[in-house]
Every structure is written in structure tokens, then in C-alpha cells.
């Protein structure tokens, strides 16, 4: 029933940009609390931005400055607008809501060097 879906990865050079995309179904998208989270090969799965139903943003020290999220409610959508992507920041991208813990497939994003 509740479904989210991720998409907007994919392979670019350090310095680059993509913008994800998370399309939420089956909840009361609005009233929800929202975040990206990344998972690298080996490494657990970390929190990467975060946003609000009012719209207040986190964002982890190591994407402060580079990653902007944000989301409309009208679409049921969040998005992650990624500049000067780093190698580092290569892993699979995945949404949820944090109260809600339903995990969609994700979706990869590889920076190559």
C-alpha cells in the first residue's frame, strides 16, 4: 500500500549534478516528516538531508552546502538537487519517512572520479 519511489540516479563526473526524486503513495504525504537517506557498499545506511512538514531542513556535514531537498506536497513529491558531487557520495539514495520506515528500492548514484 505504501509505496516509494525513487529515481533521478545515475553515473557523473566528480563536479556534476542530478536531481532525485521520491514519489510517495499510499500515506498522507503532507503530514509526514521526510528524508533521503544513502547506503554505500560495506557501509550502513546514513541519514542525508532531512525535511519538515513546515519545510525545515537538516542536512548532514558532509552534503552542507552541495544538496538543497526539498518537496511538494501537491505532487506527493521529494526531491534532492545534488551539486559538486564528490566520489564519496556514490551509494544507492533511498526516501522514507521516519516515522513511517518503508523502504522503497532506491536509487544508485555513482560519481566517478
Known amino acids: 500500500q505504501v509505496q516509494l519511489v525513487e529515481s533521478g540516479g545515475g553515473l557523473v563526473q566528480s563536479g556534476g549534478s542530478l536531481r532525485l526524486s521520491c514519489a510517495a503513495s499510499?500515506?498522507?504525504?503532507?503530514?509526514?516528516?521526510m528524508a533521503w537517506y544513502r547506503q554505500a557498499p560495506g557501509k550502513q545506511r546514513e541519514l542525508v538531508a532531512g525535511?519538515?512538514?513546515?519545510?525545515?531542513?537538516n542536512y548532514a556535514d558532509s552534503v552542507k552546502g552541495r544538496f538543497t531537498i526539498s518537496r511538494d506536497n501537491a505532487k506527493n513529491t521529494m526531491y534532492l538537487q545534488m551539486n559538486s558531487l564528490l566520489p564519496e557520495d556514490t551509494a544507492i539514495y533511498y526516501c522514507?519517512?521516519?516515522?513511517?520506515?518503508?523502504w522503497g528500492q532506491g536509487t544508485q548514484v555513482t560519481v566517478s572520479s
Open positions: 522514507n519517512a521516519p516515522t513511517l520506515a518503508h
Open positions: 499510499g500515506f498522507t504525504f503532507r503530514v509526514y516528516n
Open positions: 525535511i519538515t512538514t513546515a519545510r525545515n531542513t
